[in-house]
């Protein structure tokens, strides 16, 4: 299958979240991701629109009886960004989760247009 979108891993907020996760959890992780990467048009089971939040989405990831997301944002069309990911617990998306995300996605903004090499 050939790649539609790329991603970008900024910082370590991704791998932060994936190396806590067990091997099982990894693999399904990994499918998603590639499916992010692959699918024309990514399912809205894997993926989501933040509400509310300008240019925020959320992959979607359903394992045994976890639910886990990672959010990311779109740079330049077909770059997408992926920032924190957490093991969602509750019907809601927890509002602290999402600012955090949000803070991400401004730290990646103004680390872009500075054009830093950290």
Known sequence: MEKIR???YFRNYF???????TEKT????DYVLFL???AEKIP???????TGYDGLFAIRIE??????????CFDKGNLVVLFNGFQKKSQKTPKKEI??????KKE???FKQKGDKK
């Open 63 to 72: 394992f045994e009886s976890n639910i886990f997301r990672i959010f990311c």
């Open 26 to 29: 990894k693999d399904k992780i």
């Open 36 to 38: 992010v990467t692959v």
């Open 99 to 104: 600012e955090k995300a949000m803070q991400i």
């Open 108 to 110: 990646y903004l103004d």
């Open 15 to 21: 791998w932060d979240f994936f190396n806590q996760q």
């Open 6 to 8: 790329e991603l970008i």
């Open 44 to 50: 809205g089971k894997f993926f989501e629109q933040m």
